[in-house]
């Protein structure tokens, strides 16, 4: 009998960036960047509880699942989504000659699950061993995808180290071209946050796949007995 496979949404990220106006200091301090303080940093995760339906027909799950393997009914489905915003300020520091260096004074992203669905086919009965079979085997996605708020964390701490580095590098700029460069930066950290969210979502596709596999499909689908619903029940289902 055939198994279902997980499918995910792909999530969108969006950045909102916020620039602020100069902030001027006393003319006797010499012309040369300040060291930069660690901004204010806050990280929100707005998580979701997965909600489970089970309302749906194995019918109607694989034809909401339209790109999975043909050689598998599906029985279950995950879906995921996620929608992130990156807000970072930054500040321009008048320096005594006219020029100006630029300060991060803010890091807030904030990555929002927006969807996550648990689909089990309504023809299984709830306790009945198939229907068992295929919720444990859906609560592996569902664990996978919660375990995203900690891959997110564990990665920030280097991409805001890098954030950080840029800024101490960088020389006084003339007035006509700070305030290009701090739309370029805003622009650019932005990009940088989405680009990182994605390898993280990679490897969660990744961690997925390892256990959609056509070899895990058949043990479970095996799992109650040589006539269960994966054998008779779904099947006539789908030819109807």
């Not at 089970?54 to 019918?59: A, I, L, T």
Request: aromatic residues 8%; charged residues 20%.
């Amino acid at each position: 009998m055939r198994r279902a496979r997980a499918v995910l949404a792909v999530f969108a990220a969006t950045c909102v960036l916020v620039g602020t106006s100069a902030l001027a200091i006393n003319p006797a301090q010499a012309a040369v960047c300040p060291a930069v303080n660690p901004p204010e940093i806050t990280f929100d995760f707005i998580p979701k509880s997965p909600q489970l339906d089970r309302n749906r027909s194995v019918k109607w799950l694989n034809h909401k699942a339209a790109s999975h393997n043909s050689g598998w009914f599906v029985t279950g489905l995950t879906r995921y989504a996620m929608q992130a915003k990156f807000e970072m300020r930054i500040e321009p520091v008048a320096l005594g000659d006219g020029s100006y260096c630029l300060l991060p004074a803010l890091i807030h992203p904030t990555v929002t699950v927006s969807e996550h669905l648990v689909y089990i086919a309504s023809e299984l009965p709830r306790g009945s061993c198939e229907y068992n079979v295929v919720y444990a085997h859906e609560g592996q996605h569902v664990a996978i995808n919660q375990h995203m708020e900690l891959d997110i964390r564990n990665a920030l701490p280097k991409f805001l180290d890098a954030v950080t580095s840029d800024f101490s590098q960088m020389q006084p700029l003339s007035p006509r071209l700070a305030a290009p460069r701090i739309r370029n930066l805003l622009s650019k950290y932005g990009r940088d946050f989405k680009l990182l969210l994605a390898k993280i979502d990679r490897n969660r596709q990744l961690d997925h796949g390892k256990i959609d596999t056509a070899a895990e499909y058949d043990r479970l689908s095996h799992a109650c007995g040589p006539n269960s619903a994966f054998q008779t029940t779904l099947p006539a289902a789908m030819r109807k």
